[in-house]
């Protein structure tokens, strides 16, 4: 006050602003409460502004003892330091002091004693933790959320700047990465569930960037729904990149616990788009597909437990995921049968371009779906809503089909499915004549059995009569003269079969000239009348040739 005083002193002077003054009017009032000494109480609401403003003022020891500086600073570094809460509250005021506030490491010691009392809270938890188990071993019993995260809530009131800078200590610390996954969850639903996402709130956008950046690089510290949440949000407020690249990585390398409202990700582009954000799902889909970094064939999963093994090749702040292993079986399993649900979910949508459609399809490896029915329904149902599709686009949609790992059930819908192109129902066909010819060369063999040999011990006890009643204490010579009966009939049905199959083939290269000639589908209807020659169990039954018992206990 007496510098600004002797610089005008040449004029008169009856008031000094005082315009860049940390804290405002409450700050220089405590500070000339202090000068006149009235006594007034040094708290975390006021400590960050005492020590700001006796810098500004320059009320330090180099002008008198026990000055404003030095008794905020001993308030500072003695009582706040050694308390999470109050460190937490005291950062929370200096958001509004800064730059000041960080050039006296006010920010910095808070920071500092925030990152060390939540590692102490973490040990002391850990040991709370610890029992023994049944065969007298100790081990830690695993909880999400200890008693030592209660620091978690208390975080969410500061500003995401000075936030960031205090996830990154803890992790230095070596904090758990549950307990930050879970701080960086709280924070984002405090910060984040308030605002429309639909307005482009740029500081929206230096949040969730902010958040992502700072995940932890294990599998298991987030749930896989916050990551979808997060993925959600980036891409309506248009995130950079490199922040959406990242989530989709997460997700890739935890897809197989997803579900289908995870996937279904609302598309915020312009009209004429896609009901869902198609494109996204299909980079998630490639990236989970890509997980072979390593170069490991046996396929086990990475256990979550495995701090060390998930850590690798990554360095602080790294996105690098590419020592993650190849994704099971299992997996593969979950994730194919999760795409087929997808597909079916999105086909009705006008707007789906069929490339788009098959690129879905096609970013699983081919022998991830052992059965191919959902493929099918999927495709079944896009068939449905896009009846403009020409025949090559039918035909190129229908080739993702192996018709071989159809069931029963589907194989029988597919074969009376008239939005299938024709070449897809004939192969449908086909596939079922090599079924049921296969399943016939399997259950009957050609060749009769050696008379010399002896009947096998299974058939010697037990046989089935026409009747289809079991009987016993049959003769080995009784036994086996019945047996070849049968197998006599059987090898005359067999016949009749192959006869039966051969005139169908000629049936099918007749049509398949016919339909050539005219390009339609009149024949349809006279081809399907010929294939219930196929239908050998009926009519085979209905003569009683051979009982279904029978087939049982047959040599």
Known sequence: MRKLVAEHRESDISRIELHSLPGGAASFELAAQFCYGINFEISTSNVAHLCCVSDYLEMTEEYSNNNLSSRADEYLNTIVCKNLEMCVQVLHHCQ??????DNLKIVTRCIDGIASKACVEQIASSFSRLEYSSSGRLHMSKQIKTEGDWWIEDLSILRIDLYERVITAIKCRGVRPESIGASLVNYAEKKLIARNLLSGDQSAVIIIEAIVSLLPVEKNAVPITFLFGMLRSAVALDCSVSCRHDLEMRIGSVL?????????????????DTLFDVETVCRILLNFCRRDGGGDSDGDDVDGDDVDGDSEGFECGSRDYSDSSFPSQSALFKVCKLVDSYMAEIAPDANLELDLFVAIAESLPAHARTVHDGLYRAIDVYLKAHQALSEPEKRKLCKLIDFQKLSQEAGAH???NERLPLQSIVQVLYNEQLRLKNSLFSSYPEDDEDPKKPPMHHHQSWRINSGGVRSAAMSPRDN???LRRENRDLKLELARMRMRLNDLEKDHVCMKRNL?????RKFMSSFSKKIVRLNVFARSYSRGSVSPSKLSQRI
């Open 96 to 101: 509004t002091l800064l730059p000041l506030s």
């Open 256 to 272: 197989d616990i997803a579900t289908l409202d995870d996937l279904l990700i609302p598309s915020f582009c312009q009209a004429g």
């Open 414 to 416: 597919a074969a009376q």
């Open 480 to 482: 086996y003269a019945s």
């Open 516 to 520: 050539e000639r005219s390009g339609s």
